[in-house]
């Protein structure tokens, strides 16, 4: 992977803390990724990390997942099967503007003297916490405290806590609090990775103005989406208060005004709704909206906050990583530094998926306009995992995402002339969004991503009721694609080859049998296969309910095994190493010691084509079937693939590092490795990347957690057999973690040349460790397997 500058933020601005992200002056320099880096969402809702000023501001960026405009797809030139309409996550109405004049002086932080400045996302409690003192031009100084939530109890919720002080002077005070539309930020054209909209998208419907609350409705003007938003508030001083109410059909404002006197506290409590839906008036929206801001304003602030870190504690039982290690001055990151990247980064997959509740999870979870707010492979592949160990509930939730939108899949496989089902390979509302075919929709694999998660959530879970009322479905109509796409070639008999379609690396595209491809469809064909006969051996109603559903014959299952033993994997024997896909060895070697470091991404600077002629790897691609299938591979076979395709690859994709990480720790690179885990670890943190101001990488976030558990501690779930084989790293004390494996909760702990198991919540639970079986019970929840010296 080749060198790249990285902008990790200086520790005068950006202290290192365990448990919270502190900003402790005002730093416009870095404005755009604090944007991201302090956004609050739940999965449903979500707002960038903006000032309650409104200015400065890269994006004020407020988002409900998948609440999106639609557009017409404009091609040069029209071909059978393409895409016709985008999908666009939309930049709804920002609430969190709260504006302050004293002495009718406007805070402005750039020309602001600021005495005192400290923000903080805090981990802990799932807020965002602002103080500062402000000198005005008079000599006036004014203590300015705020809090910040989007409520992970209440979907619909968020809260400003908003308090002012003037400790030594009395001045006129007014504050506005808003809920106004911003104009779209443009877009950056030289990055296809981000696109604006540019007409007015929101249509208004409904404007309603009395008391203390301002209620909006709006209707998007292609996708016809409907929203309803509103804010409440309640104002605590000792003083007299004024307050004035007003909309103009498309934002609106209450203004306070007050005169403030020494000492004073003026609490100013802000409540916020959002609700959507495309089925329901706008009225109705906005009457629900009303009904949940007259709830929480009965409930209060610190009822809201109470629950928070009530949820936050349950989180962090469940999901906690801590890693400690030999502090010493040569090392460029502190421990502390470490554990905060670890735990941003898993507060930001809670963040993501919390409340999706049915929804997908965006690339950028709600943090950005990035991708569009677009849902990917990322999903299945790199949060899945997470979700699945750590809350399984959610990722239940994620995949019946995926079943409901079986039968658009099952259109879109016959728009490309395939027949059972094609998953879209990027979207919100189920239909196929990709403009770009080749490094796009060509990527068929996204039917074996999904169906691999499938499986690992049902073997962890033991929920084989989904399986049998929705997974089957989706394994039916997901083989019969695969064996329609591929065939078998005449040049060897019984070999089924599968051509014309890309891999995870989006740079060989439309290829004939890409190894992940034919190795994860191999993996679909036999799981549907298995599934459907214990079916029909074990639950005959269930299979004449599924072939009631999708018109399955059972002559089928046949032909998808055979398809599935007869599944060509190109290899080398010369190399003694598996093939990218057939014709890989045939491209020219891109010398990537040759490329400057400004010229990377490579898809921002080279024409495609370059880019495709040559041996060059965007992501992990044979390196990732490794890791994923890992037990069809011995451990020398691994460490070649490893040897050959990780100097091809130029890390241009945030996905590849944590999977290099893991594969390099198997293979005994442990200097690679420890290189990748940090990349991974700190992509979003220091901006790796270059474009964190555009949202937060949520599917490396996933990754980081593999890299320590499946990586570090050498966790592997394959077949639904759970064991361990951690490895002592240089420099590294302790790691401990938490896994729910079937239901129950075990604690795994690496430390001083031992790993220790903890069955905290369960009954009987057996793992392997190093070859040693291990059976955890109520009566026996302990255990103890020594390692051997880094």
Request: one cysteine or more.
């Amino acid at each position: 992977m080749p060198q790249r500058d990285v902008a990790k933020p200086p520790d005068y601005v950006y202290p290192p803390e365990e448990w919270r992200l502190v900003e402790t002056r005002f730093y416009e320099r870095l404005l755009p990724q604090a944007e991201s880096f302090f956004a609050l969402s739940n999965g449903y809702f979500g707002m960038r990390g903006g000032f309650e000023e409104g200015d400065p501001c890269h994006e004020a960026g407020t988002f409900v997942n998948g609440f999106y405009e639609s557009w017409p797809i404009v091609y040069g030139e029209e071909a059978h099967g393409f895409a016709k309409t985008g999908q666009t996550i939309v930049n709804l109405p920002d609430p969190k503007i709260i504006r302050i004049y004293v002495d009718d002086e406007r805070l402005h932080l750039p020309r602001a003297n600021l005495l005192h400045f400290e923000r903080a996302l805090d981990m802990r409690r799932g807020t965002l916490d602002r103080e500062l003192l402000w000198e005005t031009p008079a000599g006036k100084r004014v203590s300015i405290r705020s809090r910040r939530l989007v409520s992970l109890r209440h979907r619909h919720v968020a809260a400003i806590e908003y308090e002012v002080v003037l400790p030594d002077d009395c001045a006129p005070v007014v504050i506005s609090s808003e809920l106004v539309q911003h104009v779209s930020a443009d877009k950056d054209e030289s990055d296809p990775r981000r696109r604006a909209l540019n007409h007015g998208v929101l249509e208004p419907l409904v404007a309603q103005a009395e008391d203390l609350r301002v209620i909006l409705g709006f209707r998007t003007r292609n996708s016809g989406m409907l929203l309803g938003c509103g804010i409440d508030h309640t104002i605590e001083t000792s003083g007299a208060v004024a307050s004035e109410v007003r909309q103009d059909g498309e934002s609106g404002q209450v203004v306070f005004s007050f005169e403030a006197t020494p000492g004073a506290r003026i609490r100013l409590t802000k409540f916020i709704s959002f609700h959507n839906s495309k089925r329901v008036t706008a009225e109705e929206l906005c009457e629900r909206a009303g009904r949940t801001l007259s709830r929480v304003r009965a409930q209060g602030f610190e009822a809201l906050a109470a629950e928070q870190r009530e949820d936050l504690d349950d989180f962090w039982q469940r999901s906690d990583v801590q890693l400690e290690g030999e502090e010493s001055p040569e090392r460029e990151r502190s421990f502390a530094y470490i554990q905060q990247a670890i735990r941003f980064n898993l507060f930001g997959l809670l963040q993501a998926s919390a409340r999706t509740d049915g929804l997908g999870i965006p690339a950028k979870g709600l943090t950005g306009q990035g991708y569009e707010g677009h849902y990917f492979w990322d999903t299945e592949i790199y949060v899945l995992p997470f979700l699945v160990y750590t809350m399984p509930r959610v990722a239940r939730n994620v995949l019946a995402l995926r079943h409901r939108g079986l039968d658009l899949a099952r259109e879109r496989a016959r728009e490309v002339n395939q027949k059972g089902a094609l998953f879209p390979w990027r979207t919100i509302s189920g239909e196929e969004a990709s403009a770009y075919y080749a490094a796009g929709t060509a990527q068929y694999h996204i039917n074996a991503d999904i169906v691999y998660a499938l499986r690992k959530y049902v073997l962890a879970t033991g929920d084989e009721e989904f399986l049998f009322d929705q997974g089957a479905e989706i394994l039916v109509e997901t083989a019969r694609m695969w064996r329609d796409l591929g065939f078998f070639c005449g040049l060897v008999e019984g070999r089924f080859s599968i051509t014309g379609v890309t891999g995870p690396d989006e740079y060989n595209t439309v290829v004939n049998n890409n190894l992940y491809t034919n190795l994860m469809a191999r993996e679909n064909l036999w799981y549907a296969a298995q599934t459907v006969e214990r079916l029909q051996a074990d639950h005959p109603e269930r299979l004449a309910q599924l072939v009631d559903r999708t018109g399955l014959e059972v002559e089928e299952v046949e032909e998808w095994r055979r398809a599935a033993d007869g599944m060509y994997l190109p290899y080398d024997e010369k190399r003694g190493i598996y093939l990218q896909d057939s014709d890989f060895m045939e491209r020219r070697p891109m010398k990537l010691e040759d490329v400057p470091p400004d010229k990377f991404p490579l898809l921002l600077h080279f024409h495609p084509l370059v880019i495709y002629r040559h041996q060059v790897i965007k992501q992990a691609d044979v390196v990732l079937a490794m890791f994923l299938l890992g037990d069809e591979f011995s451990l020398e076979e691994k460490r070649r693939v490893f040897d050959f395709y990780d100097p091809l690859t130029t890390g241009d994709s945030s996905l590849s590092a944590c999977i290099q990480s893991i594969v390099a720790i198997e293979v005994g690179d442990f200097d690679k490795a420890i290189d990748y885990m940090r990349s991974a670890l700190l992509v979003d943190l220091e901006n790796t990347h270059g474009n964190v101001k555009d949202g937060l990488h949520i599917a490396s976030m996933g990754g980081t957690w593999m890299a320590l558990v499946y990586g570090m501690a050498g966790f592997r779930d394959h077949d639904g057999h759970f064991s361990f084989d951690p490895v002592a790293l240089a420099g590294l004390t302790r790691l401990r973690f938490p896994l729910t494996l079937e239901g129950q909760r075990l604690r795994v702990e690496v430390a001083s040349g031992q790993v220790e198991f903890t069955l905290e919540e369960g009954e009987d639970l057996r793992i392997e460790c190093r070859g040693r079986e291990l059976h955890l019970t109520s009566e026996q929840p302990r255990a103890t397997v020594p390692l051997p010296p880094a």
